[in-house]
């Protein structure tokens, strides 16, 4: 069973749709969760990290929430260039620091 | 200031050839990882290094797959005999210290074993 899943696999959206991408959980005793950006042939780009229940984080058009066992990102009036793979990742007790990463979501904007 | 580097950027190399992938982590950071990505794998955490203890390898899927850092620094991921199942992006990340710091990348070296 997949520690960390993340939905859908691909969103296709209009420029200025606004939506929002899950990542689900089933770690216990969560050190960190970690959104990332990939851009085809590219390492991922830190985003954000969220620590605890409640917790919201922004830039720009993005917004990370997180719940007891999941996540979102929010996506407010995306645009061409929002275009990219976002991962999900966790740390927790049993993970000693080494990120658990989900498969992603492939976000394609259409202008 | 400068971000993680990885070289080559890209290696293709014969079956049962061994090869080195390089990475130069942020500097200061004391903390290094190395994750491969393969095609519909997602990442998947191999070796980690801090500071000056022993590694942990628990990551690494065969012992074909081994990995040093000199100095506290740089680090270089060895594979040994290839097979072609080992095709698929390496990727070097590092952060100020273990635990919940967040990791940052560097661009990967895509591996294509023939």
């Known amino acids: 069973e997949d520690q960390v899943t993340q939905s859908p696999e691909a969103l296709r959206l209009q420029e200025g749709e606004s939506s929002s991408l899950n990542c689900s959980y089933t770690?216990?005793?969560?050190?960190?969760l970690f959104w990332y950006r990939q851009d085809p042939g590219k390492g991922p780009e830190f985003l954000f990290t969220?620590?605890?229940a409640g917790e919201e984080k922004e830039k720009e058009r993005l917004k990370a929430t997180l719940t007891k066992k999941e996540s979102f990102l929010h996506i407010t009036a995306p645009k061409p260039e929002d275009s990219a793979t976002y991962l999900c990742a966790v740390t927790y007790g049993g993970s000693q620091g080494n990120l658990i990463f989900g498969k992603g979501t492939k976000l394609s904007v259409k202008p | 200031g400068a971000g993680v580097s990885q070289s080559p950027s890209n290696k293709v190399t014969e079956k049962g050839k061994d090869v080195e992938l390089r990475c130069d982590p942020i500097s200061g950071h004391t903390a290094l990882y190395w994750y491969r990505q393969s095609l519909g794998q997602g990442l998947e955490f191999l070796i980690y290094f801090q500071g000056n203890s022993a590694p942990d390898k628990s990551g690494l899927p065969s012992d074909r797959f081994s990995a040093e850092r000199t100095g506290g620094s740089v680090s270089t991921l060895t594979i040994q005999r290839t097979q072609q199942e080992d095709s698929a992006v390496y990727l070097c990340a590092s952060s100020q210290n273990r635990g919940s710091y967040e990791q940052y990348f560097g661009p990967g070296t895509r591996l294509t074993v023939t």
């Open positions: 770690v216990s005793g969560l050190r960190g």
């Open positions: 969220l620590y605890s």
